[in-house]
């Protein structure tokens, strides 16, 4: 998408359009108040990133470079083996607490899902990586994959009952059904 270096100018402007992205949402977010947050003009937001829904492209790219590394930085400081995999429970809920517009992955696929959006590929790609995150968790702890697949629905739906059905302890009671899933897995 971007060929040349970021500059400070686009710098802002995809901080800017990523903090107002998540929090308010992809369509209620014009392109006139990002470049006004972000002090450049309309004009240097489509010079330096073409459209809008490269900039939403970028902002979900940046996301999921930021949630991997932490969900790996988090991960490795864990040795191997059921405890790992519980503690990618705890990851998610540390995640959470500081971003508690839930899932930026889920809620942009709700605004642009099901279109030929640059974004839509990104989204795909988490899911995807999340999903076999799990799975090699589960392999690094000597189950089966498949056990990997059933702990990454857990955590996608406690993200979901969490932000969307306001249960605050959706994500303690996905790592305690994680845990009786280990428990008869082992």
Same mark, same amino acid.
């Given at each position: 998408?971007?060929?040349?270096?970021?500059?400070?100018? %686009?710098?802002?402007?995809?901080?800017?359009?990523?903090?107002?992205?998540?929090?308010?949402?992809?369509?209620?977010?014009?392109?006139?108040?990002?470049?006004?947050?972000?002090?450049?003009?309309?004009?240097?937001?489509?010079?330096?990133?073409?459209?809008?829904?490269?900039?939403?492209?970028?902002?979900?790219?940046?996301?999921? $470079?930021? #949630?991997?590394?932490?969900?790996?930085?988090?991960?490795?400081?864990?040795? @191997?083996?059921?405890?790992?995999?519980?503690?990618?429970?705890?990851?998610?809920? $540390? #995640?959470?607490?500081?971003?508690?517009?839930?899932?930026?992955?889920?809620?942009?696929?709700?605004?642009?899902?099901?279109?030929?959006? @640059?974004?839509?590929?990104?989204?795909?790609?988490?899911?995807?990586?999340?999903?076999?995150?799990?799975?090699?968790?589960?392999? $690094?702890?000597?189950?089966?994959?498949?056990?990997?697949?059933?702990?990454?629905?857990?955590?996608? %739906?406690?993200?979901?009952?969490?932000?969307?059905?306001?249960?605050?302890?959706?994500?303690?009671?996905?790592?305690?059904?994680?845990?009786?899933?280990?428990?008869?897995?082992?």
């Amino acid at each position: 998408m971007l060929s040349r270096p970021m500059t400070p100018a %686009g710098e802002r402007l995809l901080a800017t359009a990523s903090e107002l992205f998540y929090h308010r949402g992809i369509h209620a977010v014009g392109v006139d108040l990002i470049a006004e947050r972000a002090g450049t003009t309309k004009k240097t937001l489509y010079d330096r990133f073409g459209s809008k829904d490269n900039l939403v492209a970028l902002y979900l790219r940046t996301r999921f $470079e930021r #949630w991997r590394a932490f969900v790996d930085e988090r991960l490795a400081a864990v040795e @191997p083996g059921p405890g790992r995999v519980l503690a990618a429970f705890d990851v998610l809920e $540390e #995640w959470l607490a500081a971003n508690r517009c839930g899932c930026a992955f889920v809620n942009a696929n709700a605004e642009i899902g099901r279109t030929d959006h @640059p974004g839509v590929a990104v989204i795909h790609a988490e899911k995807q990586w999340m999903r076999a995150r799990y799975e090699e968790l589960a392999r $690094e702890a000597g189950l089966p994959t498949a056990l990997g697949t059933h702990l990454h629905l857990l955590h996608e %739906g406690a993200i979901v009952a969490l932000t969307a059905g306001g249960q605050e302890d959706a994500v303690a009671n996905a790592r305690s059904a994680a845990g009786e899933l280990l428990a008869a897995a082992g």
